[in-house]
């Protein structure tokens, strides 16, 4: 299995940082989900290499320092799986990485785009990541080519994924797995806060991406595979088209700018931080 499908650096922006071999050596290219449910206190012994949530790479700095941040509710066992497959994979990309599971408290309608900025915004405050990864707990990269890292512009991971027949769905698609540097996602004013219930956040996630001149790229596209986690259905909001015209005029005033939310826990467990939040629908 070739180790490269890095051909040319994505971004000369963070050439400087670490002395991590890149594209690092041991690699295992396309390999096929783990779907077995492995009881979390055996990951933790699997996993011995992490603390706090985080790791770092022992002997070398790691090419870039990461946030994954996944926006959570009520699936364990659709946990569990990420973690048996995330881990590994990004710990052979040598990366130095936390993970971050934001779990909105019951109540409301799910609120992807408003977790993913509170995910920000908690991982930012730990330390000066290089970069934020807004990962859906359900759509897991099959092959180790495939960078969890960032580059100049914003970078669209979830290309081929299982669910969606392997193809990327439409052209504007910016669901699943997209990394942004800090200020990408700073300059965009990250996602909106106003999407509660499924569907729609990343619409106007693609949107603000092109409004603030950067481009969606998908440089490891051949090695985009992913594996789709099942899990029982979603809800819907009710209006999302509508929020997404809003949206179009309010997006400055909408997203990091204005994020409000009660943080009601954070604990570092051994494999990931765990950002507990409370939102309010109703402003
Ligand atoms: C789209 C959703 C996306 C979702 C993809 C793939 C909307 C906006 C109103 C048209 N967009 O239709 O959020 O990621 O499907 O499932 O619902």
């Known amino acids: 299995i070739p180790n490269s499908g890095l051909e040319q650096p994505v971004s000369d922006h963070f050439s400087n940082h670490g002395n991590c071999t890149w594209p690092p050596l041991n690699l295992q290219g396309r390999t096929p989900l783990n779907r077995t449910d492995i009881p979390i206190e055996k990951l933790d012994k699997q996993f011995t290499f992490m603390a706090d949530g985080h790791y770092k790479p022992k002997n070398c700095t790691a090419y870039q320092k990461i946030a994954i941040v996944v926006p959570y509710r009520d699936r364990q066992l659709q946990l569990r799986i990420f973690l048996n497959n995330v881990i590994p994979r990004i710990h052979r990309q040598q990366l130095e990485f936390g993970i971050y599971i934001v779990e909105q408290t019951a109540g409301s309608l799910f609120n992807r785009g408003m977790l993913s900025n ?30 969890y890292i960032c580059g100049d512009n914003p970078i669209h991971m979830a290309t081929k994924v299982e669910k969606f027949k392997y193809r990327v769905p439409y052209h504007s698609f910016a669901g699943g797995i997209s990394t942004f540097s800090k200020k990408q996602y700073e300059d965009i004013n990250g996602f909106p806060n106003q999407f509660f219930g499924w569907g729609g956040e990343d619409d106007e996630l693609f949107a603000r991406i092109k409004r603030s001149n950067y481009k969606m790229t998908r440089p490891f596209d051949a090695h985009g595979h992913c594996g789709s986690v099942q899990h029982s259905g979603q809800r819907t909001g009710n209006d999302r088209m509508k929020m997404l015209q809003i949206s179009r ?24 931080v765990w950002v507990y939040a409370d939102i309010n629908m109703s402003k």
């Open 249 to 272: 005029k309010i997006w400055k005033q909408d997203g990091l700018t204005d994020l409000e939310y009660n943080l009601v826990e954070k604990r570092r467990k051994q494999l990931y």
């Open 118 to 147: 509170i995910g920000f915004v908690q991982a930012m405050k730990d330390m000066a990541y290089d970069c934020v990864v807004i990962h859906d707990l359900d759509i897991l990269p099959e092959d180790d080519r495939n960078f």
